[in-house]
Each structure stands twice: as C-alpha cells, then as structure tokens.
C-alpha cells in the first residue's frame, strides 16, 4: 500500500516542500528524537527536503514580559523563528509529561508567539510522539494542537503516536513492526501531500483572527 503511493507520489515527481524536522524532548536517549529522525528520513525518502533541529537549539527561559521588554527574545526563539520562517512546514514528535506537553516546549511557542508576524500562523504542522506507555502519549498531542491552532498552524487531523516505544524500534531506527512502518509512512507521505497542495496549488485564502467574534479593538488585535 505504502510503495504503491510512494510510486505515484514518488520523489521525482514532487515539487519542492521544505519541513522543519524535531524532537521536543532533551533527552540524550529520547524515543521522540529516534522518532523525529525517523519522519526525517521518510520525507526525504519521498523527495522533501529537511532542517533536522533539536529541542537544545530552541530552549528558552521561562517567558516574562518583562524579561521581553528588558533583553529582547532569547537565542532559542530566534532560532526557532528562523527555522519555522524557512520552512514551509514543520514536523514535531513530543513527549506526553503528565498528559500534556512539556513545559520546555510550551514556554518556546510562548516566546515565538510574540513575534510580529508569528510564524506558526497559517503553517502546516504534524505532531506525533512516542512513549512506553500504551497511550503512546497521545494525550500530550492533543493539548499541544490548542497553541498550534490557536497561533494559526494548520495541524494535520492524525496524529501518530507510538506506543511501548521502549521495544518498538529496530537495529536501524526503524519501526520494527513492518505494518505499523509503513502506517508511518504513509502518514507521513499524506501530509507532505497536503503541504505541497498548499504551497503549489493554493485555491483559498483564510485570513487568521485572534479572539473571533469580539468587538475590533486596535489594543488587542492581532490580525496578520
Ligand atoms: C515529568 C514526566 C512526566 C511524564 N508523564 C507521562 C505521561 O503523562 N504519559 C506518558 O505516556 N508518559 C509519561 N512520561 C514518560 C515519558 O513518556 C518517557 O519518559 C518518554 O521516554 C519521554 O520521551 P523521550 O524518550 O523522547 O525523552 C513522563 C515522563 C516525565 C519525565
């Protein structure tokens, strides 16, 4: 099934898409970052090109306002900012911490969030992750689309999660459950689908409001 859509999709045949590729964990050992390298090689497999980033190069202090008006945006979100400006999409496998994301990652998206012209709006975004659990932690991902969405990312509706992670890679990195690969695969050759749709052959145009619905008020605006 993968290989069929591999070939009618195949490399020669896609038209440029560029993904920020990471892991949110800092972990040296970490399963997210096995499974980021893992999304990493799959898009380039079918003829997308990657930034692989890690979470170190994006950690940030913890966000105050006053810190922002004092010192400016800290070196990981510059760097972050950068990254997502460059690419057209970007691609993030999360630890779940206490069925939600970590507080590292969260406090990253705050800062980015404060750039004029924050990039994560209209941005197409795949979140997955892996855990021993049985959860996968996908409850994680579910709390990490609502800052996505809510800054304007454009999640993919599926989300992969992968569970018992502990035992579920091969020698090579990859999934050693050969349906559940090519599962992974195929997700991944989806979105990348959408994205090239997106950027090669936009038909619609969406405009993202913060607060839909409340009175226009210059003071609280933020409509990019
Ligand atoms: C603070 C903390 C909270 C955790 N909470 C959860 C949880 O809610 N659900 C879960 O499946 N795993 C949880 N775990 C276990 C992580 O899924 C596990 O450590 C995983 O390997 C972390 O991802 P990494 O390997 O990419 O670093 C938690 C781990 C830590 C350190």
Redesign the pocket.
């Known amino acids: 099934m993968c290989d069929d859509h591999a070939m009618e999709s195949g490399a020669s045949k896609r038209s440029e898409v560029r993904f920020l590729v990471f ?1 949110a ?1 800092l ?1 040296e ?5 096995r499974l980021a390298e893992l999304a990493a090689t799959t898009i380039e497999g079918d003829g997308g090109t990657v930034d692989r980033a890690s979470m170190a190069q994006f950690d940030c202090p913890t966000y105050s306002q006053d810190t922002q008006a004092r010192e400016g945006f800290p070196p990981g979100a510059e760097e972050l900012h950068r990254r997502l400006q460059a690419c057209d999409a970007f691609v993030v496998a999360s ?5 939600s994301m970590p507080g590292g990652l969260k406090n990253a998206i705050d800062w980015v969030s404060r750039y004029d012209q924050q990039p994560f709006n209209e941005r197409h975004g795949l979140v997955m992750s ?4 049985m ?1 996968g ?1 996908n ?2 991902l579910w709390t990490l689309r609502v800052p996505f969405e809510h800054l304007g990312a454009r999640i993919y509706p599926d989300m992969f999660s992968l569970a018992q ?2 035992k579920a890679f091969d020698a090579e990195g990859r999934i050693a459950d050969p349906h559940l690969q090519d599962r992974f695969d195929t997700h991944i050759i989806n979105f990348m689908d959408l994205v090239e749709a997106s950027k090669h052959y936009p038909c619609i145009k969406r405009h993202w409001v913060e607060y839909l619905g409340e009175r226009p008020e210059p003071a609280i605006d933020r409509v990019q």
């Open positions: 892991s964990s972990r050992a970490s399963q997210n970052t630890p779940e911490y206490n069925a892996a855990s021993p659990s959860g932690g409850r994680g992670a502990h």
